[in-house]
């Protein structure tokens, strides 16, 4: 049996997982046999499914399967309000299920008993996923099995506290959800506000959009990436911004311990600040080399070259760092938010679409970098009109963000409070 782990406070008990819900296991029914697939009648989960989603409830599968597959199988139907729990390869990954389904072979299903409400049960086996993958530690094939897993202890509430620990704990997860609906709603306001700027522009007027092409053609020519606001050019990049390859020879310098950060594409945080801690480390040598090139300076932009194509960041900050041989370094200066974003605007994606080469693993070469095209307004003014309507944007959004982010930290400590009795709840 699991170890006891902590002592709990009076009402409370440690009690396996079998005394809180029964245990399914699913099963796959042969693929061999059409009749087992179609017609398509019943929810079948995979821990993709699982795993490939947000929020705490799976409303729909990938696969369905037939009546006459479930019978067939050693899948078993699972009520609505099942916690159905990944327990091969993923371990301990939960969602409730919305609607009545089966799994496949990778769950252990939890059924909740009467007087376990099916978010109490989800929260707790959540804030003890880390336990119950040290399960499947040393086995060949990441398994727990089903005997296990009726046998993982789990500090429970008395009755009278489980639903009211789970309301508080739905609740806050309803303003991660809400927060996570609104920046997903100005992700997408923001590219198609890019997408609007960087074809109509804006009229240094009237501070507004132009009206479209097909509204007024007399303010519009005609230009490789098609039609553009008249005083509007296309430049190469290289003409804009010089770009560089901060590693020519494409050697990764030797890790180490204690050093420089080696910054690509994938090191910065959500308000693209570089994430030291997360970074590999090389020598100073390594970043005094570098040095000894070029400088990194606040407003250039970093592009993934190699592996990873794009997702442009704009350096934001001074300090000793080294730039990856996955990237390549846009020397943006004040134009750096501009030209960030015009890299990830249709114009480039379209460009890249056609050039990038992709026999072994996607990459661009510098001069396909230099060489690609930028819209670009003549008039200074009308650049920082674009650049102060998608940074008031991204403000909002980046706010957003601090915001999940500090009721995503508020959540885990709740769950660590409320379900192990560290913090008592009112029934």
Not at 261 to 276: H, K, L, N, Q, S
Not at 362 to 370: D, S, W, Y
Not at 412 to 422: C, E, F, I, R, V
Request: net charge neutral; hydrophobic share 35%; charged share 25%.
């Amino acid at each position: 049996m699991s170890e006891v782990l902590f002592d709990l406070p009076e009402g409370w008990s440690w009690k396996p997982l079998s005394a809180l819900a029964e245990i399914v296991s699913g099963g796959t029914p042969s693929r061999e046999v059409a009749e087992y697939w179609s017609p398509a009648e019943i929810t079948w989960v995979t821990p993709t499914d699982i795993t490939g989603s947000d929020g705490r409830y799976l409303t729909s599968s990938k696969e369905s399967i037939s009546s006459s597959g479930l019978q067939k199988s050693s899948a078993s139907m699972l009520p609505i309000g099942t916690v159905l729990m990944t327990s091969r390869a993923t371990l301990g990954q939960a969602k409730i299920s919305a609607v009545k389904c089966c799994t496949n072979q990778g769950f252990k299903s939890l059924v909740p008993k009467e007087s376990v409400p099916s978010e109490y049960l989800y929260y707790l086996v959540q804030l003890f996923k880390d336990r119950y993958e040290r399960l499947g530690i040393g086995s060949t094939f990441l398994e727990v099995s089903k005997k296990d897993t009726e046998k993982f202890l789990l500090p429970v509430a008395p009755k009278g506290q489980r639903a009211s620990i789970s309301k508080i704990l739905v609740c806050i997860d309803n303003q991660i959800d809400a927060t996570k609906a609104l920046i997903d709603k100005y992700t997408a306001i923001k590219q198609g506000m890019m997408a609007d700027l960087f074809s109509r522009g804006i009229d240094p007027e009237t501070k507004a959009l132009r009206p479209t092409f097909k509204e007024a053609p007399e303010l519009y020519h005609k230009t490789p990436l098609g039609m553009l606001p008249k005083g509007w050019k296309i430049s190469l990049l290289e003409d804009i911004a010089p770009v560089i390859d901060p590693q020519p020879d494409h050697r990764t310098p030797p890790q180490v311990k204690e050093g420089v950060p080696y910054v690509g594409v994938g090191d910065f945080t959500w308000d693209e600040r570089i994430d030291a801690k997360k970074c590999r480390k090389v020598s100073p040598n390594a970043f005094l080399k570098q040095q000894s090139r070029f400088k990194v300076e606040i407003g250039d932009v970093i592009f993934g070259k190699i592996g990873t194509i794009g997702q442009p960041k704009v350096i934001r900050e001074e300090g000793d760092f080294a730039l990856s041989a996955n990237v390549l370094l846009i020397k943006s200066g004040m134009k750096g938010n501009y030209i960030r974003d015009v890299l990830i605007s249709q114009y480039t994606i379209a460009q890249l679409d056609k050039i990038v080469n992709v026999t072994s693993q996607p990459a661009v070469g510098i001069q396909t970098m230099r060489e690609l095209m930028i819209p670009l307004p003549d008039e200074s003014i009308e650049l920082e009109l674009i650049n102060s309507k998608l940074q008031g944007l991204e403000s909002y959004i980046w706010s957003e963000v601090s915001s999940l982010n500090k009721l995503k930290v508020q959540k885990a400590g709740l769950m660590q409070d409320l379900l192990t009795g560290k913090v008592p709840v009112p029934v």
